[in-house]
Structure formats: structure tokens, C-alpha cells
């Protein structure tokens, strides 16, 4: 029998030749009068993993929400996929989402649902097949190392299956970006470590353009200096001190960007504020 997948549209011409995402001249304020972020401008190329840093309250949620269209900025352009998400109609950014996976922060699933319901949430609104949703469902959840969970609630797991149970559900599209809202928040060093290694096992397996928060700067250097051993399914370090070329960094003070550029760039940055944050 035939499967069914939910659509996605082909990439433009234009889509293919410019970035995933560009933010130009963006700014946001809400009622305090202080710009939460001020004239941002920065993009993110096709197969980028954009990790972004910064003191709490300096924006990072919101620049996400922006990426995801669930904001409106007070002013400045922002395309993803090559269509200004700002000019674009309600129901039309509700189509571009169906191209982004989002990890909420703290998970965000619904209690009322088992493991599968929540996962296949976004193929239940497609209107997937049961039959060719539960595989789907089952794949994912391989992948992310919990087989065992599908009938289970939320209530009934640990915080990190939680964590792992929100990457399986923003992933089961086959999204072209990912959005992850600091996914090890909260989360003790092992369990962090283990949605490192998933994000790492989901950009090398699936070379996803993704922009990812987080306040950890040890698993933001993790992301950067390890890979996906295929082999022996597993995290490692590249070798020989290498640093993931997909990798680039994003870091907000006071809602203005005060770095943007490679891993080497940012920790060789002469920038006294730098420094001291990442000290």
C-alpha cells in the first residue's frame, strides 16, 4: 500500500539561492518602552546551525517567535524560505509552519495526550493515515531513543524523555528548519548531554537548518566540536580539535547582536564583553 507523507512544497529558485532566514533592521518592544530587540539584522544559510547566546531577558525567545511567525516585529523585514513572513497572511504563515519543527522550552506537551498522540499531532492535522502514522511515530521515536514511551503520558516520564518526546515531534515532518528553545534547560549535565547528542545525531543524519538557544555554554562548544560517529551510533569529538563547518554563533546583549561568526571568531573575539561572558 501507497504511504502518505504530509506535503511539502519545493523549494523556489530564489528560496535555493538565498538564506533560510534574514532578519533586517528588526525591532520588538513591548510595554515596558524598551526595546526587547533593536535592529537586528542577520541570516542563516541553507545546512546552518545558528546557536544563539546571551544573557536571560535579552530576546532569544522572541527571536524565535519572530522566526516562527507567532510575533510581529514593530519594524524591519524578516523572510523565511524567501517570503516575508511580515507581509504574509495568518492562514499562509500557518502553511510556512508546517515546514519548521519548534522545541518549546520545558517541552510544551499535552498532558491529556499519550507519547504517540503528541507526537503525531502535527500528522494528525495533515490528515496522515493511521496506519502510516503510527510508523512514522515508531521511526521517530527510534531515533530518539525512547521505543518504549509510545503509549505513555507526559506525566509518567522523566524531564529528559519529555525533552527527547518534544525533538521527536518537532522532527516528524522532515521540517526544513528547527527551531530549539534552549533544549537542555533545566536538565541535569548527564541528561543534557543526551539531547546534545541528539541534536548532533538530527543535524548530521538530517543536515536540518536549525537555530538553536541555549544557556549553556558547554553544550553550546559540545554542538561545535563533535560529530555523529554512524558506526558506532554515537557522539564523538571531531578529530584532531576540529570544529563542525555548519556551525555559527549568534550573541545578544541588551536585545543588539554583539558577535556573529564562527566558532574560532567567537572564541578568539578581542571584545572585552565577550570575554568576560564567555569566561
Given at each position: ?38 535592529d ?92 502510516e ?22 506525566s ?7 525533552r ?82 555548519s ?13 556573529e ?19
Amino acid at each position: 500500500m501507497a504511504t502518505t507523507t504530509v506535503p511539502q512544497p519545493e523549494p523556489t529558485t530564489d528560496e535555493r539561492r538565498g538564506p533560510v532566514v534574514a532578519f533586517k533592521n528588526v525591532s520588538i518592544t513591548f510595554d515596558s518602552g524598551k526595546p526587547v530587540l533593536d535592529d537586528l539584522s542577520f541570516s542563516v544559510e541553507r545546512g546552518q546551525q545558528l546557536i544563539i547566546l546571551g544573557p536571560a531577558g535579552t530576546g532569544k525567545s522572541v527571536l524565535l517567535k519572530l522566526v516562527d511567525g507567532l510575533l510581529q516585529p514593530d519594524s524591519g523585514s524578516i523572510h523565511v524560505f524567501g517570503e516575508d513572513i511580515v507581509a504574509m497572511r495568518e492562514r499562509d504563515r500557518f502553511k510556512l509552519r508546517a515546514r519548521i519543527g519548534m522545541v518549546f522550552q520545558e517541552s510544551a506537551l499535552f498532558d491529556s495526550l499519550n507519547v504517540e498522540d503528541n507526537v503525531a499531532y502535527r500528522l494528525n492535522e495533515g490528515r496522515v493515515p493511521l496506519e502510516e502514522s503510527h510508523k512514522r511515530v515508531e521511526e521517530v521515536l527510534n531515533f530518539v531513543a525512547l521505543p518504549g514511551a509510545i503509549a505513555k503520558f507526559p506525566s509518567e516520564l522523566s524531564g529528559g524523555m519529555r525533552r527527547r518526546v518534544s525533538i521527536a515531534r518537532a522532527i516528524i515532518t522532515k521540517p526544513d528548519l528547527i527551531l530549539y528553545d534552549s533544549p537542555t534547560g533545566g536538565l541535569d549535565p548527564i541528561t543534557s548531554t543526551t539531547i546534545v547528542e541528539l541534536v548532533v545525531k538530527q543535524r548530521d543524519v538530517s543536515h536540518t537548518t536549525a537555530l538553536l538557544i541555549t544557556h549553556r555554554l558547554q553544550d553550546a562548544f559540545t554542538l561545535a566540536t563533535h560529530q555523529w560517529n554512524f558506526e558506532e551510533n554515537k557522539m564523538e569529538p571531531i578529530p584532531n580539535g576540529g570544529i563542525d563547518p555548519s556551525t555559527r554563533f549568534l550573541v545578544l546583549n541588551e536585545g543588539k547582536i554583539v558577535f556573529e561568526g564562527s566558532t574560532q571568531e567567537l572564541v578568539h573575539s578581542p571584545d572585552p564583553w565577550l570575554k568576560q561572558y564567555l569566561s
